[in-house]
């Protein structure tokens, strides 16, 4: 590899030799040998000073040679210390690693023994709930059949008492049917059963044989719905035990005049059943009366 003189650091460019002056012309051979001599000497001085500067430079070389090897001696070492750095670390990762797992492993048997030891606490605690459960349940029953029994008894006890309530009202209620008044009807002259009182109303409603719906009308200009019939009183004279009402039903207008207290006024509603309708006033004071009205079970259905 060839090395540049003048790219080396302390390099000095040579100085010029100094002008030879020609030799004065002469025309005779005396001349020559005193000019050839001074040009020998020239050379020679030139030569001397090219190798002192050749000299220096190869100084300079030696010193940056020097330099250089040092300075890669220096990057030889960093790197040697880098690397062993890097090793170093890397074995210390490595050995924290095996730890770490060694770690890993003894925690997950301490939590299998601890969830092993936690099963077999729960078995213990569920199989105590369980026979404690059953004794409950054996004990609840015992005391279910014990007040089965008790119970029993007393309701053995309240259906012979029902039952003789029930022979008794039955009794009572035959009474009052036998006892209810019979009274022609105003429309078919038949006998119809009619009740005075709340009580022969239990018994006549007992006997199942129609509905009945009881009333307190006003005297107003406004008919009031009673069942699916519209009633109007227009005279009430409690001395006499009179009155006048105006019936209202399928469009069509009936009115009862001048009748009496426990009197059945009957009438037909041909759309709804053959059977007639009846009216039965027990009460009448200033302005109001009071009774109910029997309606057939038997109703006609519309097409």
Known sequence: MSINPSQTPGYIPPAAPPPVAPPPERTGGGFK????????????????????????????????????QSEV??????????????????????????????????????????????????????????????????????DARQSADTKIGEVGTEVKSVKSDVASTRSELEKTVADLKRTNGDLNGQGVLIATNGKELAALRALGERNYVEFKINKTK????????????????????RYTIE?????????????????????????????????????????QIAGYLSIPKVQTVRN
């Open 73 to 142: 001696e220096r990057v030889k070492e960093t790197s040697a210390v880098s690397s062993q750095t890097h090793h170093k670390t890397v074995e210390a990762l490595r050995a924290q690693l095996e730890v770490e797992r060694r770690q890993a492993r003894m925690a997950a048997g301490e939590a299998k023994s601890e969830a092993l030891k936690k099963v077999a606490e729960t078995e213990t605690k569920l199989q105590a709930a369980q026979e404690k459960s059953e004794k409950q349940l054996t004990s609840q029953i015992s």
């Open 33 to 68: 040998i005193p000019l050839l001599f001074g040009c020998i000497i020239a050379l020679i001085g030139a030569n001397v000073y090219l190798y002192m500067q050749v000299d220096h430079v190869r100084k300079d070389l030696a010193k940056v040679n020097d330099s250089l």
């Open 247 to 287: 019936l209202s039903a399928d469009d069509k207008k009936v009115e009862k005049k001048e009748r009496t207290v426990n009197e059945p006024l009957q009438f037909v509603i041909a759309s709804r059943t053959r059977q007639p309708y009846e009216i039965v006033v027990n009460d009448v004071k200033k302005d």
């Open 222 to 241: 406004d008919p009031q719905k009673v069942g699916d019939v519209m009633i109007t009183l227009k005279k009430a004279d409690p001395k006499r035990n």
